[in-house]
């Protein structure tokens, strides 16, 4: 029960821009009906995660805990009465301390704030096995699943490319990210003939310095910046682009490197979480090394066999992480859970949906 309410979710099976789409009902009602017809949302809401726990809240419904956040808002939620105030919380990087450089200031001071949640919830998972190491230095032995994002691969897929590959980076222009050592990796490759074009796709505070880097190295006449793009041209830059880069130097799992992937790109990783995903379909390297950065993308540029081999196993590997795929995942942990709460309280009330 949930206030005196009945809550229940039914997967209808149902694929809508390769997600699932669940039907959930309150009180025997289609609880996005519910909400429409109060003017709490539209069809299928799209508003952040906290925002819409809050409308949800205004009908009843108690116990909200957990969402799984895209794009374009709410992906999954999973909701249980059996302990209204226990959580399911989804590690995603800067919320694990020791993740983000800018705020280890105040590791030490959240760090208890955080450990007390992790005790608390119903059931804690991350996004990828580099992110739970660094939570269990905070909480060790801690039980953590390991949930990776999924991937939309009808809107990311390949596109005919020419014979240049260009090399691509896309994400936030920021220290982590590691482009420096992008741009040094690049300029090390010297004037190899059909040396492909280095793509950046995004903005950040170091786009300036990166781009006064790229002029020092002599090589700002084979970088183009993009800057931030739209999601469909993004998807179109991925799908013409040979080689993804991700030189991050740390990283949880970020969606540039599946979205790649599922792009066809063939992908050099650091050593951090996005390594995880790769299934004999990319190069990693130590973080913050350019001459191991230069060495792997030369590696592919004068092996044209290896990179299309890469190249075709990305796609396939990214079809496995599909919206679908990892939905069903995640409902598989859900209902683990809330079963075993069911056989702690004898109640069980579960809700999980995805929004298109």
């Known amino acids: ?36 017809r109060r003017g709490l949302a539209r069809d299928c809401p799209r508003f952040s995660s906290g925002r819409y726990a809050h409308r949800l809240r205004g009908l009843g419904a108690a116990g909200l805990v957990a969402f799984r956040r895209g794009r374009r808002g709410a992906r999954l939620t999973a909701l249980t009465s059996a302990a209204p105030s226990r959580t399911l919380p989804t590690l995603r990087g800067s919320d694990v301390p ?9 590791d030490s001071a959240l760090r208890p704030f955080v450990r007390r949640i992790w005790r608390d919830a119903a059931h804690v998972s991350a ?7 660094l939570a269990w230095r905070t909480e060790p032995g801690l039980a953590i699943d390991v949930i990776p994002n999924g991937v939309d691969t009808r809107r990311f897929t390949p596109v005919k490319r020419g014979e240049r590959n ?19 990796a690049y300029a090390g490759l010297g004037d190899a003939p059909h040396r492909p074009r280095l793509l950046i796709a995004g903005d950040g505070p170091e786009r300036a310095a990166l781009a006064a880097l790229s002029r020092r190295l002599g090589i700002a006449d084979n970088v183009v910046f993009l800057g931030h793009l739209e999601r469909d041209r ?9 080689i993804f880069v991700l030189p991050s130097l740390a990283e949880a799992l970020s969606n540039v ?29 130590p973080p913050g090394d350019s001459a191991a950065l230069r060495d792997a993308l030369r590696r592919y540029l004068t092996d044209p066999l290896l990179l299309l081999r890469h190249q075709n196993r990305s ?8 919206w679908p795929a990892v939905a069903e995942w995640t409902i ?10 069911a056989q702690r309280s004898g109640v069980l009330a579960g809700l999980m949906f995805s929004c298109v």
């Not at 179109?236 to 682009?241: I, L, M, R, S, T």
């Not at 598989?332 to 709460?341: E, F, I, K, Q």
């Open 257 to 285: 490197v599946p979205e790649a992937m599922a792009s066809g790109q063939a992908i050099v990783t650091t050593a951090t979480g996005a390594r995880e995903v790769l299934q004999d379909n990319g190069l990693v390297v």
């Open 98 to 106: 020791g993740y983000n450089e800018r705020l280890r200031w105040l």
């Open 127 to 133: 996004l990828s096995a580099d992110l739970r190491a």
């Open 1 to 36: 029960m949930v206030f005196g309410r009945e809550l229940r979710c039914e997967l209808d099976g149902e694929r809508t821009h390769d997600r699932w789409v669940g039907v959930c009902y309150l009180n025997g009602e289609d609880i996005r009906g519910v909400m429409v």
């Open 234 to 242: 993004l998807a179109q830059v991925y799908g013409e682009a040979g």
């Open 166 to 184: 260009d090399i691509l980076f896309a994400g936030r222009l920021i220290r982590r990210k590691g482009v420096a050592h992008l741009l040094e």
């Open 332 to 341: 598989s942990v859900y209902r683990r859970v809330l079963a075993g709460a």
């Open 315 to 322: 796609r396939r590997v990214a079809l496995q992480m599909s």
